[in-house]
């Protein structure tokens, strides 16, 4: 079964919205979790390393102050895309890293249409 | 972070065997070989690990050789359903970078 729930599948609002994508962990273990940013018919970009307890580590070129995120819980990593613009919008993936070498498990994505 | 390529696409039909190799030459030697599946508009699903030689599940099998420098996935007598991108990845515990996969297009 899933590991990783990820919510809102799909977010249509206005330019200068303040979104929240939440990523929750289904076994209760998540201390590292990522997020990744797809635009059409790319590949996943990793924008930002997740850790439970601490600040985030985010990628070159993503913006920290633009993409919040908040790590508080081994269940729960939320993004937070703040006044985002038409230029945001993309499909935004979470994953929970795995245990020793076990591999990473992906939630189902967030569409988001910036208008 | 060891880079990837596959080819960009590949076409088959149904009922055969289907072969994608990826190429890892920087893999580091703790690294291990993961491959995805994406269907559009989903996260990537997990498929099938190895570390070295052949590794077989439900649904697929992993071909590593000895130098580990690529694998194979081989996905035999695929469907219509199995249209969608596949991914390698090289990682060790920790983030992954992906490649740009491989576009498998299933013809009736």
């Known amino acids: 079964g899933a590991v990783v729930s990820q919510h809102p599948s799909r977010v249509i609002c206005k330019s200068g919205t303040s979104v929240k994508i939440e990523c929750r962990s289904l076994?209760?273990?998540?201390?590292?979790m990522f997020w990744y940013r797809q635009f059409p018919k790319q590949s996943l970009m990793l924008m930002a390393t997740s850790n439970e307890g601490s600040k985030a580590t985010y990628e070159q070129g993503v913006e920290k102050d633009k993409f919040l995120i908040n790590h508080a819980s081994l269940t729960l990593s939320t993004l937070t895309v703040t006044s985002a613009h038409p230029e945001d919008s993309s499909f935004y993936i979470c994953s929970e890293r795995g245990k020793g070498n076990q591999p990473q498990h992906f939630g189902d994505g967030t569409r988001l249409s910036i208008l | 972070l060891a880079k990837t390529t596959q080819p960009i696409s590949m076409d088959s039909y149904e009922g055969q065997e289907v072969n994608i190799t990826c190429s890892h030459n920087?893999?580091?030697?703790?690294?291990?070989i993961t491959w995805y599946q994406q269907f559009p508009s989903q996260g990537p699903r997990f498929i099938i690990q190895g570390y070295k030689t052949k590794v077989t599940n439900e649904v697929a099998s992993l071909f590593i050789p000895a130098d580990r420098k690529s694998s194979t996935l081989s996905l035999p007598r695929v469907s219509l359903s199995d249209t969608a991108v596949y991914y390698c990845l090289v990682n060790n515990a920790g983030k992954s970078t992906f490649g740009d996969g491989t576009t498998l297009t299933v013809k009736p």
């Open positions: 920087n893999i580091a030697t703790n690294d291990y």
């Open positions: 076994d209760f273990q998540a201390t590292t």
